[in-house]
């Protein structure tokens, strides 16, 4: 682990960088205006990739002349599986394993760094000692890294996300431009890796929705902030597709006669308009079907 002495020392150099200025930063990366809003747009595109962020990753790679990059989305723990997405030059690998089951991971010193700081990895341990370690030597030498640049970002909640770059032995290591241009883009990855999460767990809970309303006995239909039909169950289908007594057109939920449908309207406004921590009213509406069907209670 690294002393707190030498973890001042690693974010002085993108301390320096970025007091420049922003111009003095991309002149110093030989890097475009055009260049670096690209990276942003792929930034911000991540949480929509069906890898997320791999795009940026792959394009900040090859900016830096790194020969790997790897994104962490999730740590692995005792009993959690890491989610992983690797990219060597052949297009990014999405894997999840037990980081820790083998004993030789224990000896990675690349652990525990400052939150949000970008560091080299030989800023924080004894590059000697390091390249003469098993660690070093079973792991890392093999897979033709020697130079590490890394950032632990922490999320929402408690998250926490990883990146890394890496090159080989016959490169120079990350320079403090490199250092500077991928601290420049930290608060930025927050953002997207945060959004990729929330966007996750919308997607959770609206699949435990849609497994409840499939195991109702009612008619269930799920409405937008609009008024629009998100979901609806099997029941709430074949009521609908009979057209009688309630329809479902472009502009939403309607009943077929008048008087029953602006009190159908009255409800669905109302509902939409209800604060989320403010306990709802139940309210009802029964509903002619004027063909013939048992009434519907709306």
Do not use: W
Not at 74 to 82: E, G, I, L, N, S
Not at 101 to 110: C, E, M, V, Y
């Amino acid at each position: 682990m690294a002393t707190a002495a030498r973890l001042r020392r690693t974010t002085e150099p993108a301390r320096v960088a970025g007091g420049q200025g922003f111009a003095a930063l991309l002149t110093a990366c030989g890097m475009s205006l055009e260049r670096f809003c690209e990276l942003l747009e792929r930034i911000y595109e991540g949480p929509l990739e069906t890898v997320p962020c791999s795009s940026a990753m792959t394009l900040l790679r090859r900016c830096m002349g790194a020969n790997g990059s790897v994104l962490i989305l999730r740590p692995a723990q005792a009993h959690t599986m890491a989610v992983i997405i690797r990219d060597r030059g052949a297009g990014p690998k999405v894997s999840s394993s037990v980081y820790t089951r083998f004993p030789i991971f224990s000896l990675d010193p690349f652990v525990g760094l400052p939150p949000d700081q970008v560091v080299t990895l030989d800023e924080i341990v004894d590059p000697r000692k390091y390249t003469r370690g098993e660690f070093f030597r079973q792991y890392v030498e093999p897979r033709s890294v020697r130079y590490i640049l890394g950032a632990d970002i922490h999320g929402e909640e408690g998250r926490e996300f990883r990146l890394r770059f890496t090159r080989p032995a016959d490169l120079e290591d990350f320079s403090a431009s490199d250092k500077a241009l991928v601290q420049a883009l930290i608060p930025h990855f927050k953002r997207a890796l945060n959004l990729h999460t929330r966007l996750g767990q919308m997607e959770t809970e609206m699949k435990l929705y849609a497994n409840v309303m499939c195991s109702m006995l009612v008619g269930s239909v799920i409405l937008d902030g609009a008024g629009a039909v998100l979901r609806s169950n099997s029941v709430a289908q074949a009521i609908l597709a009979e057209s009688d007594g309630l329809r479902l057109g472009a502009g939403g939920l309607s009943a077929e006669y008048r008087s029953e449908d602006r009190e159908l309207q009255r409800l669905i406004r109302q509902a939409l308009g209800m604060p989320a921590d403010q306990p709802a009213i139940a309210e009802a509406l029964s509903v002619t079907r004027p063909r013939g069907g048992r009434r519907s209670v709306c």
